[in-house]
């Protein structure tokens, strides 16, 4: 196998996973989470989103958990941003970096942004241009590469399009997401050998959902082909409110040991990361499912048992 010697993951667990939980979580909760990250070894965490409230009750506290982390100089702190005004809030609280999104299909667009594409790209153009003039990176997330809940599977073509208007604008990276767990790693290497006839690689990260367990075989694929970006949640935190039954994002954790036993370097600790995600998982008030929790989880319940014989 053609494999990196190296990958970089970045976190999305406190924005893409907490966005969508029921349960409110308390913003020192959020702070204390992030902090967690923070040392953890990660280079990149996207802490909150600045939509509007009423649109992510979750993230309304997203200027104040933003302002309250400790922030470690060597990472990215990013936040989602829909449009100009959010772009102002995070700018007031010193983002490092602005991610704006986009949806391949049109009627996914809709009912995410209840825009059209066409509609949703000059407003997505301003925030890109008002952030490089405010000298910070502009990443771009593609939403369902793959697969959309209204109109089923989704042409290269079609992702193409929205990828060179993301570029077009600006951005420097674009996360591809298949957004509702679908995608297989056939259409994986058929949407990349596509993208790669107009772009390098190296601009590109992949955002699985592991709704069918087949997003480590995906993120397989997509190292194959070179690709050495990746988003995760820990725990599996995460889903899509406009896709039912959509589940979480392919786990930190599971990643960190696939690329971990793979040879592939990464800088980020196991302990660390699985320390954050049973801390988030009490917070939230129910059990995550990714494989490493539940082995640690397991391995927890075996030393609990054998300190009750112990003399």
């Known amino acids: 196998m053609n494999l990196p010697r190296q990958v970089v993951m970045k976190e999305v667990g406190p924005r893409d996973g907490l966005q969508n939980e029921k349960q409110k979580i308390l913003t020192e909760d959020k702070i204390s989470f992030i902090n967690q990250l923070s040392e953890s070894g990660l280079k990149y965490i996207e802490v909150t ?9 979750q993230l309304a506290d997203a200027k104040d958990v933003l302002q309250s982390i400790k922030r470690n100089q060597t990472i990215t702190y990013a936040a989602l941003v829909p449009n100009m005004r959010g772009l102002i809030r995070a700018l007031e609280v010193e983002v490092d970096e602005v991610s704006v999104f986009l949806s391949a299909s049109e009627t ?6 209840n825009k059209t594409i066409d509609e949703t790209i000059p407003i997505l153009k301003e925030v890109v241009q008002e952030a490089i003039k405010a000298n910070r990176s502009v990443r771009g997330y593609v939403s369902t590469v793959i697969g959309c809940p209204y109109e089923g599977y989704i042409e290269p073509e079609q992702v ?16 591809l997401g298949d957004t509702i767990g679908v995608a297989v790693p056939t ?3 058929k949407l990349l050998a596509r993208l790669f006839n107009e772009y390098p690689p190296n601009v590109f990260a992949m955002h699985f ?8 075989a995906n993120i397989v694929k997509s190292l194959e082909m ?15 409110p406009y896709a039912k039954g959509a589940t979480g994002n392919v786990a930190t954790e599971d990643l960190l040991y696939l690329l971990t036993e793979m040879g592939i370097e990464t800088g980020v600790n196991m ?24 082995i640690a989880r397991g391995k927890r319940g075996l030393a609990h048992s054998d300190s009750k014989h112990t003399v």
């Open 49 to 57: 989103s600045f939509v509007h409230p009423e649109w992510i009750p």
């Open 108 to 113: 996914h667009n809709k009912n995410n942004i």
């Open 160 to 175: 193409l399009k929205v990828v060179d208007a993301l570029f077009n604008m600006g951005v420097t990276e674009v996360s």
């Open 187 to 189: 259409q994986v290497e």
């Open 209 to 216: 959902h592991d709704t069918r367990g087949t997003a480590l």
């Open 226 to 240: 070179g690709i050495t970006i990746f988003d995760s949640s820990v725990g599996g935190l995460g889903g899509c």
């Open 271 to 294: 302990e660390a990361i699985l320390a954050s995600a049973f801390f988030i998982e009490e917070k939230i008030g129910r059990k995550l499912g990714s494989k490493q929790l539940e």
